[in-house]
Nanobody
Framework: QVQVVESGGGLVQLGGSLTLSCAASGSIFSISTMEWYRQAPGRERELVASSGGSTNYVDSVRGRFTISRDNAKHALYLQMNSLKPEDTDVYYC???????????????WGQGTQVTVSS
């Protein structure tokens, strides 16, 4: 099994910065795409940034957020700058991983971390 844990959320003022971290542990053979999502109550989960063959961002965060990864540590990061109240959400990371060579790919999610931006 693969466990995914996020950290780094919190309360920040308008224009501030936060860095989210996400780490996977367990029986991991390979990780391909790593992604950050966010979700507010009553809304669908939104893909914020992805790291795989290329790096992609949703328009609302491009130029303010930076996704990065450390494959050796099975870790994913999201540097968030110039934060706005509309960035307030629960942020989730998602890994596409294999637990053995030629095994099936699975999607493993973290439990989420709250980011709150005050005005």
């Amino acid at each position: 099994q693969v466990q995914v844990v996020e950290s780094g959320g919190g309360l920040v003022q308008l224009g501030g910065s936060l860095t989210l971290s996400c780490a996977a542990s367990g029986s991991i053979f390979s990780i391909s795409t790593m992604e950050w999502y966010r979700q507010a109550p009553g809304r669908e989960r939104e893909l914020v940034a992805s790291s795989g063959g290329s790096t992609n961002y949703v328009d609302s965060v491009r130029g303010r957020f930076t996704i990065s990864r450390d494959n050796a540590k099975h870790a994913l990061y999201l540097q968030m700058n110039s934060l706005k109240p509309e960035d307030t959400d629960v942020y989730y990371c998602k890994f596409a991983d294999q637990t053995r060579s030629w095994g099936p790919w699975s999607a493993d999610w973290g439990q989420g971390t709250q980011v709150t931006v005050s005005s």
